[in-house]
């Protein structure tokens, strides 16, 4: 059964910091590319960053500068490192792994910007 775990999320002050991880299980993790994805409440799941299989990555542009994603194939984990938060990235933040044939979800962490 395939599981994706998220972590690392929680409230931050404007102008912080968190680190978000996603373990998948349940697949070849280096087979996969990996995205994460946001929602925030009353709005549509937007996609935020992804890294392939090769280690390319892409960023929405409203994060660009601030946020790095990155994985570690010996540890079967992708991060978001998150720097100068801002009150809009308050959000639930989805790990997506996916490729040409299939793709699954986790369950989302809450991040909380605020003062």
């Known amino acids: 059964q395939v599981q994706l775990v998220e972590s690392g999320g929680g409230l931050v002050q404007p102008g912080g910091s968190l680190r978000l991880s996603c373990a998948p299980s349940g697949i070849i993790f280096g087979n996969y590319h990996i995205s994460w994805h946001r929602q925030a409440p009353g709005k549509q799941r937007e996609w935020v960053a992804s890294i392939t299989s090769g280690g390319t990555t892409n960023y929405v542009d409203s994060v660009k500068g601030r946020f790095t994603i990155s994985r570690d194939n010996a540890k079967n984990t992708v991060y978001l490192q998150m720097n100068s938060l801002k009150p809009e990235d308050t959000a639930v933040y989805y790990c997506?792994?996916?490729?040409?044939?299939?793709?699954?979800w986790g369950q989302g962490t809450q991040v909380t910007v605020s003062s």
């Open positions: 997506r792994a996916f490729n040409t044939g299939s793709g699954y």
